[in-house]
């Protein structure tokens, strides 16, 4: 095989084509947005006046105290000489690590520490603040012994202000037992790590009032009470002053100095200095500043405490030449730590930001651009991105890591980003000679809440992540320059960070529930890291519009048919807003593809109303034959050019239009509350597709990728997208669902009830969801409506959501819970072996299902250092493979060991785990297919470099997994079923099919066929049928290869690897190596893609198990996004299969394309 890609490698380069160059390119694999008239990042150019060329630079480090005190806070420009805010716990077993010590304090009524013994605390030990205690309640549990639980207990409160002098506070004290009697018996070890028995249980809900109240810098909570097992406090209420977050410091503060310490700073490119300025909080006494131009290799260049210099400011004259300057300490102070508020590092050359790029006004939107951006509390102004979030303006500017990569979401403050920032930016206005024009300033996305300034004058407020904003400032706006001026507010529930390691990724989600709608997800999941800011920021578009006094906006078409025919009646309808205190009669006229119609409308002052086009009205709407609009899979999603306009009646001039792309489609639905069915243009819809917990981690998706990723879920003949609670607000999704015929179950914001607190402002939750809907009500591919994630939603909540749904979105449904009635969920979410799936279905659709999804090695290269890729680590579970948890990479090791053996290296690890990828997602859905009630997978879709629940990678690569996805969901479809053992056909779309040939043929591990049997059978259209027995032959491993045919052609096939035992594969070992021929059709030009084929033959005497090809440029890096007509496939011999390969021009960097070709047994 080794042969072969050579032969492919040197066809695809000698075609001497022409390709995209570098400046009609994107930004690279994973870099998003990746089209560079969709970035408007600001531009990084060399500047080489003399200055702190180390200001707004990212700085990485060798540990941080805590999550706050990270290291590029040394070059944000703000010095300080205090010592930091900090905070330490310990119990009576010791010292909590910064993963757990604020779970107690956490706002998270799930989250807890357990605490053990019959005489046990939790201290809390502040320095540089001190907290105001009035009284004090808890939550909890207690687990104890009855016959030594005989003496009473006392729960007591201690303070102290220097942590040596204790005094009581407050005490709850009883002869009995605390808090109140369960029916639960628990472990006696709660972690089960020892020898354990069964003990009772009881709830505690402690409030203690304090004799003295008052400030303390130390806090313990005492809990003596003889029999006791262990303590478990859940939350301590009243307690977000507690958390250091809450009190930024401009501090880098080091662990414990045990061993030497360093920060680093990168200037962005090679620079000279002469000198660099250290600003201390606790000073080295011993260290060196050295200069590298790899970060790898150091040179020292001065020593540090030489000069004599008084105080905490260190300045030392030092010629470096390099990119990178570092400070290596060799001794603390007496704390044993170190703390540095800033470093400047003065000289020539490095990076400054220029202006952002401007984004081009269309659709009658006028950009607004040349952001700028500070913190609350700072003078200091940088260039910023809009839309985007503040995070990413940092990260652009290269203040802080990418937050993307292996843990450098742990060099990123998390106080810092836990502020209230400022945006700015100018408005040159040229007053229209109509008098009649009105000027809109539009907001699409903030996050989470915002003041809107203009001139100084406050013009207006936004509450919520997922509104919009509309402020009408014609008569705001001066001629020429007008300042404008965005306050972003922070969360008001900003949470505390979740930390992944190897075991597990913490518990899910938090108290930033309470503030939704917002962005939950950005608190940490077990699929996605906790992100600084939780994604503060002007997210989303910002932009002028004008008309004269009336808009129209958010249009609607809904349509009947009449079945079993398919003439359409249609009624359109659309929002009109008179913006002047006058009656205004207008006409209003719309069209849909040829059809046209128009009335006359009067609206009062101020008035805002729908309008809508009865068929009763206008016959022109009613019993149309029209093109429908069909999910993927079941016919074309054919849209229609339509809009609305509103004009002058007497003149005829235009006031306002609005122009969108209709489908013509009726849905309905039966047994929404016992066994959910969807039917979409009279046909039942088997809903496959998956989850998207969020679009990209940094809120950067924008169309390209939208598109990519929903031609991705095309490809691989899904029909619908979960939007799950509705974390996804982007109109280029819902167009590029439209464009391939991909439906969305459209969630709102309310997680889990598990994972977080019902929202605190029903106001602001349902403001938010009447608008979410009346702006992608024109979608044809909204497919349904979705109360809660796995709960119900609060019962005020609930009433509405359905009162709105009916009144802005009719014909549509809506269920209230995604896991319940109806509907099912609930995983599982680890690998289970192929017979699981079929052994156990809900008999519902299944909204939530999944197992890990490990890339191959290139992206895992992509997402970690080259030290963390093996063995697995910290960094894998960073990368939410964990052994632990839903995702259990345990149980995915399990399998792979016993499939084929220990892998000894991260590329074996990965290229063995593409098989389990694909058995694992194949058997997933041809499972469901036995009811097809339909299957969501959590996920299909990764939004950050992940390990975990997907089926393309974070960089756009196809997994083995997509084309187990891909083979199962084709419409027309044949396939193993390990229960019942017969090989079945499924026929979900198209018509019923007759005189189709199936044929199950038998082969041992060399591909000697053992036997084969055929059968004529008949499908109805939405059945799946028994065709042919499989039996199972006396072999440790051997093949099953089904195949139908019709009209002597190959309209499905499928190929199962079998082991007598099940998942022990391991005699493949003994396989000797395949050999395939390989030979391709130039790439061919074909608009905006490059296609050519790709033709694999097996001409050996054994099969060549999983051939995987890898489309990669002349520089030998993989070309992505890409489509393969099937990837991962086997070859008996003898056989070959042509493989269509395409992607788009702009992303080929200009290369001549290659495809290399690996396999199994290579």
Known sequence: MKKAVVVIALLSQALGLTYADDQTGTRGIGQ??????????????????????????????????????????????????????????????????????????????????????????????????????????????????????????????????????????????????PGEATKQQVSSDPNKFQDVVRLPLRKLNVSIPLKKPGNYEHVRIEFTMPGAAWWRVKLIDNTTSWRPSMHFSSVWKSELAKNAQWLYVDLGTVADFDQVNLFWVNKARQGKIQVSCDARNWSDIATLGQQKQKGLTEKVACKGHGRYVRLLLTQPDASGRYALSEMQVMGKGGLRAEAANTLASKNGKQMLNQWQLRREGSDAWIQATVPGTVLTSYMNIGAVPDNRYDDNMRQISESFFNSDFWYRTTINHQPSANKNQHTYLNFDGINWKADILLNGEKIGRIDGAFIRSRIDVTKKLKPGANKLEVHVIKNAHFGVVKQKNLQNTDLNGGELGADNPTFHASIGWDWITNTPGREIGIWNDVYLTHDKGVSVSDPLVTSTLNLPDTLATMTPSVFLKNADAVVKTVKLSGFIGKIQFEQEVSLQPNEKREVAFTPADYPQLKNQRMNLWWPNGYGSPYLYDAGFKVSDKASGEVISEVNYKAGIRQLNYADLDTQTKIYINGKRLNPLGGNWGFSETNLNYRGREYDTAVRYHKEMNYNMIRDWVGQIGDEELYEACDKYGIMIWQDFWLANPWDGPDPDDDKMFLENSADYISRIRSHACIGIYCGRNEGFPPASIDKVLREQVKAIHPQLGYIPSSADLGVSGHGPYQMKSPSFYFANQSHKLHSERGMPNVPTFESLSRMM???????????????????????????????????????????????????????????MYESSLQDRLGLLIWMSHACWPSMVWCTYDYYFEPTAAYFGVKKACEPLHIQYNPVKKVAEVVNFAGGAKNGLVAKAQIFDMYGKMIKEESKEVNVAEDQTLDAVSVSNPDEEVYYIKLTLEQNNQVVSDNFYVMGKEEDNLQALSKLPK???????????????????????????????????????????EQILPVIYSDNYFSLMPNECKTIKVSYRDEDGRGQAPYVEITGFNK
């Open 32 to 177: 998003y947005p990746g089209r560079p008239s969709q970035f408007t990042a600001p531009q990084m150019v060399k500047d080489d006046t003399y200055r702190n060329i180390a200001l707004n630079r990212m700085v990485y480090t060798s540990s941080n105290a805590d999550f706050n005190l990270t290291g590029h806070l040394v070059t944000d420009g703000i010095i300080t000489s205090k010592a930091p805010s900090f905070l330490s716990v310990r119990t009576n077993e010791g010292e909590l690590s910064n993963r757990d010590k604020e779970k107690m304090i956490d706002g998270n009524t799930v989250t807890s520490q357990y605490i053990k013994g019959e005489k046990a605390f939790a201290e809390f030990n502040w320095e540089a603040m001190k907290v105001n205690l009035r009284n004090l309640k808890f939550t909890g549990e207690l687990a104890y012994y009855q016959d030594k639980a005989t003496q009473g207990y006392v729960i007591r409160v201690m303070g102290s202000h220097n942590g040596q002098k204790w005094e009581v506070l407050g005490e709850e004290k009883g002869t009995g037992l």
């Open 865 to 923: 250092e080259p030290e963390h890729l093996w063995p697995q680590s910290d960094a894998w579970g960073q990368h939410d493979y964990t052994l632990k948890g839903a995702q259990g990479g345990e149980s995915f090791n399990n399998i792979m060991e016993k499939r084929y053996g220990k892998p000894q290296s991260a590329e074996q690890f990965t290229k063995w785990a593409q098989w389990l990828n694909y058995d694992g997602y194949r058997a």
């Open 1074 to 1116: 395949a050999e395939v021929a390989v030979s391709g059709k130039r790439f061919v030009q074909q608009g905006e893609e490059w296609v050519g084929e790709v033709e694999i033959r097996n001409t050996g005497n054994v099969p060549a198990l999983l051939v995987r090809l890898n489309l990669k440029g002349g520089d030998g």
